[in-house]
C-alpha cells in the first residue's frame, strides 16, 4: 500500500491567497484526520471525517479554513484567505474502523509557508 | 478540556543507556494510548501502542506501561541506538486522540 498521500509536499504563497491541501487515505480506511503542527501548538486535530461525513471540526480554528470529504479516496482542507499565522505543517492521517481504538497513519505532510 | 501533559520536553542519554517518556491525561474515558516517533522533517510514526485493559507491552527494545488508576503512562527505551534520536508522542484516546507536548530525544554516542 503507498500509505497516506498528501500535497502538495511544499507550499509558498502570499497572505490573502487561498490554498488548498489535498488528501489520499489509504485504501479501505474509514476515517480520515486533518492535524496542524507547529512549534508553539504541537500537533492538534483540525477536524476528522468517519465515511466522508464530518464528524468533529471543534478543532477548525477560524470560518477561513474548510474541509471536504466527497469521496472514500480523496480529501481538501482549504484556507480562504491565508494568513502568515497559518504558516504550520499540515498532516492528513487516516485509520480503520473504530476511530478512538485504532491506530492511525500519518502522511508526509504539506508545508505551508504564507508570506 | 481533556489534555496530555509529557515530560520532559528534552532528554540526552549516552549510547545504550535507556530512556524514559512520561505522560499524564485527564480524560478518565481514554482507553488507547500510541506513541508515534517523529524524525525531523518526517511524518509522525506509530511505534507502540496499547489499550485500557493492559498494564504492559514490549516489543523488543521498546516497552509502554499503563497506570489508569493514576492516569499515566510511560514509554520505555532500552539499549538506546544513535538512530532512536527523534520526537517522541504520546497520545491518548476516548474517541480522538490528544497529543502529548513532545520529547526531543538525543541519543549520543
Known amino acids: 500500500d503507498a500509505g497516506v498521500i498528501q500535497s502538495p509536499r511544499h507550499e509558498v504563497t502570499e497572505m490573502g491567497q487561498e490554498v488548498t491541501l489535498r488528501c489520499k487515505p489509504i485504501?479501505?480506511?474509514?476515517?480520515l484526520f486533518w492535524y496542524r503542527q507547529t512549534m508553539m501548538r504541537g500537533l492538534e486535530l483540525l477536524i476528522y471525517?468517519?465515511?466522508?461525513?464530518?464528524?468533529?471540526d471543534s478543532g477548525m480554528p477560524e470560518d477561513r479554513f474548510s474541509a471536504k470529504m466527497p469521496n472514500a479516496s480523496f480529501s481538501t482542507l482549504k484556507i480562504q484567505p491565508s494568513e502568515p499565522r497559518d504558516s504550520a505543517v499540515y498532516f492528513c492521517a487516516s485509520s480503520l474502523g473504530g476511530q478512538s481504538n485504532q491506530p492511525q497513519h500519518f502522511g508526509d505532510g504539506t508545508r505551508l509557508s504564507i508570506l | 478540556g481533556e489534555n496530555v501533559e509529557q515530560h520532559p520536553s528534552t532528554l540526552s542519554v549516552q549510547e545504550g543507556d535507556s530512556a524514559v517518556i512520561k505522560c499524564t491525561y485527564s480524560d478518565s474515558a481514554s482507553n488507547y494510548f500510541p506513541w508515534y516517533k517523529q524524525e525531523l522533517g518526517k511524518r509522525p510514526q506509530l511505534i507502540i501502542d496499547i489499550r485500557s485493559n493492559v498494564g504492559e507491552k514490549k516489543d523488543q527494545r521498546i516497552a509502554v506501561t499503563l497506570n489508569k488508576t493514576a492516569k499515566h503512562f510511560s514509554l520505555h527505551i532500552t539499549e538506546t541506538q544513535p538512530e532512536d534520536s527523534a520526537v517522541y508522542f504520546c497520545a491518548a484516546s476516548a474517541y480522538k486522540y490528544i497529543f502529548g507536548t513532545g520529547t526531543r530525544l538525543k541519543v549520543l554516542a
Open positions: 471525517f468517519n465515511n466522508n461525513v464530518p464528524i468533529d
Open positions: 485504501s479501505g480506511h474509514d476515517y
